[in-house]
């Protein structure tokens, strides 16, 4: 399988595209390259389709997208995120722009009631790639207590909706404790995507492990010690 995690450091959301389809050939590659990434929660299924048209706020106008949808189980979102930042990353890595879309609605075909976000993808009239420095980010210190951890530097990358970054990743000898930023109205009362957002970062983890050979191992919890500000997510073990 292909290696994702130098992607991490590289790669940019791209909003102008030329428009010019990939060809049918290449669709199918992401068919594949889909099937082989690894879900969060093998047990929490998820669809999802292509479309060439959608709607909504930020729109942007690429010549494919992806839009992602569930069955209204528990863990679905966090597990979109995790295993769709996969293809995000995956992206990056074949010279493809994308970029996620949390308010964008299929306009092609009616939208399912489970439908959870869409990624834009193509060619693009603008760099694919970016360096260190023009990731705008949190200071590390922020979220994190562990700032010279590998895996929380591929955390500290991890794209998130409105650039939120809502999360905070406690080190406790040989656990971390993940913890999600509470939201305050009016930012609670539109933005859905924390869940999907705490995904991706657990994607960047997971293969910031794979990456330095240690083991990954997730599973969610709300028996944490409260911290404030946040809600308990999950441990990492």
């Known amino acids: 399988m292909m290696n994702l995690y130098p992607s991490i450091f590289q790669r940019r959301s791209c909003r102008k595209y030329t428009l010019q389809p990939l060809e ?16 969060l929660f093998p047990e929490c299924p998820l669809q999802w389709r292509f479309t060439n048209k959608v709607k909504g706020r930020f729109y942007v106008e690429a010549p494919h997208y992806i839009i992602i949808s569930g069955q209204g189980s528990p863990n679905e979102r966090e597990n979109a995120g995790f295993l769709f930042e996969q293809l995000v990353l995956w992206f990056d890595a074949m010279e493809i722009g994308c970029v996620w879309l949390g308010e964008s609605k299929d306009a092609e075909t009616p939208p399912l009631k489970d439908d959870m976000i869409a990624i834009g993808f193509g060619l693009t009239a603008e760099p694919v790639h970016r360096t260190g420095e023009q990731f705008k980010r949190k200071p590390i210190e922020q979220i994190t207590n562990a700032p010279e951890n590998p895996c929380m530097q591929a955390v500290h990358l991890a794209p998130s909706g409105l650039n939120l ?11 971390v404790l993940i913890y999600k930023q509470k939201l305050k109205p009016p930012l609670s009362l539109f933005y859905k995507h924390s869940d999907l957002d705490m995904g991706i970062a657990l994607c960047h983890y997971a293969l910031a492990c794979k990456e330095t050979g240690k083991p990954f191992r997730f599973s969610r919890s709300a028996a944490l010690k409260e911290k404030a500000g946040f809600l308990p997510f999950g441990v990492i073990e």
């Open 24 to 39: 049918e050939k290449f669709l199918k590659e992401i068919e594949r390259a889909i099937a082989g990434f690894e879900p």
């Open 165 to 175: 970054q809502p999360w905070y990743l406690e080190k406790q000898g040989d656990k």
